[in-house]
């Protein structure tokens, strides 16, 4: 049926002989309403999965629709919208889809329940059931869409799907017991059995923004999931009031940034919180008791400038609090399986730890953690040799209504190696409360992960609220500072690019040039142009559409006649976009030129970035070779090189390479 008017269909259950790629229902037209009186749509059984379902209801590039209490079950999909807004779901019915309970590990590679909303924006869904389906609800790239007051229980693979979609509400829904596996019954046969990544609610694929708020996700693979599988990380979320319990898994698992977890209930799971590899999170008020292993967990991922405040923590198998830069997984007591990650500034403030069965706290391969005015009933453990700047002071009843007081760190443009900066943290304030400020420092090289141990740490400590410090190597730094005020804390920290002296070249677009390979005329259109958001000031950005051996090279003019043999090395920072889906072939490869003839350096691995997303690295060239860095002699010569090239080349064809401070030093 096409509708393109207002519309009430009649009651009773109506049979649908419905085929892969087609819709029972189509509506047709902007701003219709279908009423259904107790109609009830009954497919023929699910077909076409991905880009031809069968589905009850059809609503694709419309306005201003409403479906009112409809129901469709045994489709692929209950309801499809698609490249729609405002449109608004009430009062519907679309349970009884497809599902497999028997599926393995298939993540997004299969598709089908209740509800699809893809590039739906300004709608709503609210009132409805979409329960014992494969998924509940997807959205996907979706914005400004409410799910609210909705049923999706018992469905086997996610409750609710967040994908590529941002700013989106998902409140007061019922998605209990999504899970999958293998001869599951709680509890005997739960904690720790495969589940194949169900989950009550996964956010993915770069999703931000979005609100999940005071749902059921109990009993769920995990309860609610934050990540990246089908996409990049889906980062700035907020996660509130909901209710994740009995998960054989984690009640909320994050590897995402800049998520806030507040009020959440998150117990007798095997983790109650799982918040290994993210940093910068804010995990307040929640409740993490009676967990087979942790309340709250961050291992096996990085950690960094998160505060855990005003949680409760009781009467877990092993930590209450697991803070850890490792992969120590269920084990008790801890083992590292050596593999180290960074876990540094965290504050951990006036919450409530008690009764857990090994440790109230436990630190391990961390810098840099305040333990602020905490209730620690039985113990808090710092792992011996692993562990610097940790700090423990106030007490739980002295921090009792108080405000925390605020940090600001002031960074100074670009440091140079050589030359001593000052780091200002002087305009951070005490709050009402009052107290008197102190400051801890740390400073140490950038990373999410390191080999052989935790990176040198160049300072960690107090020092007041201004720290001078001189680098002597060029590449990122984090500079953090904790700043307290005798029972609470709050952060601040900056990424720090510090550039090497010495000379600079190619500081301008109009210094380079490129080459290709012979015989590629794709890399005729090949530009260069300055960048203003550079690291030390501009960046000179290269697009080219070359399809083989590219060579960007400075001078244009070739005519450096620099006698390069009194420096060590050759550096400079890059930020590279590669939209090939196979990736860099090789890059960057160094070529001097004399006139003599060449000295080229080949790194062992590719080290140029897929995604601009990724942010700039520093690129360093020992000038004698080695330390990962193989030199190829062809008759150059150190004492004059008279241009520059650095080469890269994709898979596929065309890509852009970001440049600043390239220099001799």
């Excluded at 009651?11 to 189509?26: D, E, L």
Aim: net charge negative.
């Amino acid at each position: 049926m096409l509708i393109t008017a207002n519309t009430t269909l009649c009651s009773g259950n109506f049979a649908m002989n419905t085929g892969a790629g087609s819709a029972a229902i189509t509506v047709g037209a902007n701003n219709v309403q279908v009423t259904c009186s107790g109609t009830r749509l009954v497919g023929p059984g699910p077909v076409g999965p991905d880009v031809s379902p069968n589905v009850g209801f059809s609503v694709v590039g419309r306005s201003g629709v409403k479906l009112i209490g409809c129901s469709a079950s045994g489709f692929q999909y209950g309801a499809l919208v698609q490249n729609s807004s405002t449109v608004t779901l009430d009062g519907t019915h679309f349970d009884d889809n497809y599902t497999d309970p028997n599926q393995g590990w298939v993540q997004d590679n299969v598709k089908g329940g209740g509800v699809r909303l893809e590039n739906v924006t300004s709608s709503s869904v609210k009132n409805s059931s979409f329960a014992r389906n494969w998924n509940g609800i997807e959205l996907r790239g979706c914005a400004g869409v409410t799910v609210d007051k909705n049923v999706a229980d018992h469905c086997t693979n996610w409750g609710a799907l967040v994908t590529s979609s941002n700013n989106n509400t998902v409140s007061n829904n019922d998605f209990s017991w999504a899970i999958r596996g293998d001869a599951l019954s709680y509890p005997n046969n739960w904690y720790g059995v495969d589940t194949r990544d169900s989950a009550a609610v996964v956010i993915d694929a770069g999703s931000t923004g979005n609100l999940i708020q005071n749902n059921n996700a109990q009993y769920g693979g995990d309860g609610i999931f934050i990540r990246s599988v089908i996409g990049t990380c889906a980062n700035k979320n907020k996660v509130v009031g909901n209710t994740t319990s009995y998960s054989p898994h984690n009640g909320i698992e994050s590897w995402c940034d800049g998520g806030t977890f507040t009020s959440n209930t998150a117990s007798f799971c095997d983790y109650g919180l799982w918040l290994g590899a993210s940093d910068s999170v804010t995990v307040t008020g929640n409740t993490a008791n009676s967990n087979k292993t942790d309340g709250i967990s961050t291992q096996n991922g990085e950690d960094r400038h998160s505060v855990i405040q005003d949680n409760v923590l009781s009467n877990n198998g092993r930590a209450g609090l697991f803070l850890a830069g490792g992969n120590y997984q269920n084990s008790n007591p801890p083992v590292s399986d050596g593999q180290v990650w960074n876990s540094s500034q965290l504050l951990v403030q006036r919450n409530k730890i008690t009764g857990n069965a090994s440790y109230d706290i436990y630190l391990g391969l961390s810098r840099l953690v305040t333990l602020a005015s905490n209730s620690v009933s039985r113990s808090k453990f710092a792992e011996p040799g692993t562990t610097a700047v940790i700090s423990a002071f106030g007490s739980y009843s002295g921090a009792s209504g108080r405000l925390p007081p605020t940090a600001a760190l002031a960074t100074p443009g670009t440091p140079r190696i050589g030359v001593a900066t000052t780091f200002d943290a002087s305009a951070s304030k005490l709050s009402t409360s009052g107290g008197t400020l102190d400051y801890t420092w740390l400073i140490q090289s950038a990373g999410s992960k390191f080999a052989g141990g935790l990176p040198p740490m160049l300072f960690g400590g107090s020092a007041g609220s201004k720290k001078t410090f001189t680098f002597t190597t060029p590449g990122f730094y984090d500079v953090d500072v904790t700043v307290t005020d005798g029972f609470m804390g709050s952060l601040a920290s900056a990424s720090v690019p510090v550039a090497p002296g010495g000379v600079r070249i190619g500081q301008t677009a109009s210094s380079w040039t490129y080459q290709c390979q012979v015989g590629d005329t794709s890399c005729n259109g090949t530009t260069f142009v300055d960048d203003a958001a550079g690291i030390e000031g501009s960046a000179v950005h290269l697009n080219t559409p070359a399809a083989f051996d590219f060579a960007m090279l400075t001078p244009a003019a070739k005519n450096l006649n620099l006698n390069a043999s009194s420096y060590g090395k050759f550096g400079f920072f890059l930020k590279a976009n590669d939209p090939s889906p196979f990736g860099w072939q090789s890059g960057p490869v160094i070529v001097l030129n004399s006139p003599g003839g060449t000295i080229t350096y080949t790194p062992s691995t590719i080290l140029l970035p897929t995604s601009a997303s990724a942010g700039w690295i520093f690129v360093e060239v020992p000038l004698a070779g080695g330390n990962g860095w193989t030199r190829s002699d062809a008759g150059g010569s150190l004492s004059q090189v008279n241009w520059v090239e650095i080469h890269a080349d994709t898979w596929d064809a065309g890509f852009d390479i970001w440049v600043d401070a390239v220099s001799f030093y």
